[in-house]
């Protein structure tokens, strides 16, 4: 079976940093656009990052200059680099992998991630 494993969530106080981690355990990874959303409690899931099969990055407006998708398609990993956090960024975030082809989607069963003093 495959599928997606996020860790590195926690908490962190507002302007740290913290990495997530995603372990992508598909065959063809190379060929998926990787993203990552996050979701806070009664409100819809939202796009954070993403990044295409061709290297194309997009991110939410919000967290440019902030946060950095990347990639290793040797080690099948999808990370979330995240800077100077703010309390609005406290979420649950999701790793997700799509292919180019749109016939396969794969969801992780996210990480919480908090920003408090």
């Known amino acids: 079976q495959e599928q997606l494993v996020e860790s590195g969530g926690g908490l962190v106080q507002p302007g740290g940093s913290l990495t997530l981690s995603c372990a992508a355990s598909?065959?063809?990874?190379?060929?998926?656009?990787v993203a990552w959303y996050r979701q806070v409690a009664g409100k819809q899931r939202e796009l954070v990052a993403r990044?295409?099969?061709?290297?194309?990055?997009s991110y939410l407006d919000s967290v440019k200059g902030r946060f950095t998708i990347s990639r290793d398609n040797t080690k099948k990993q999808v990370y979330l680099h995240m800077n100077n956090l703010k309390s609005e960024d406290t979420a649950v975030y999701y790793c997700?992998?799509?292919?180019?082809?749109?016939?396969?989607?794969?969801w992780g069963q996210g990480t919480q991630v908090t920003v408090s003093s």
């Open positions: 598909i065959l063809g990874f190379s060929s998926y656009a």
């Open positions: 990044m295409t099969g061709g290297g194309t990055i």
């Open positions: 997700n992998a799509d292919h180019i082809s749109g016939l396969a989607d794969y």
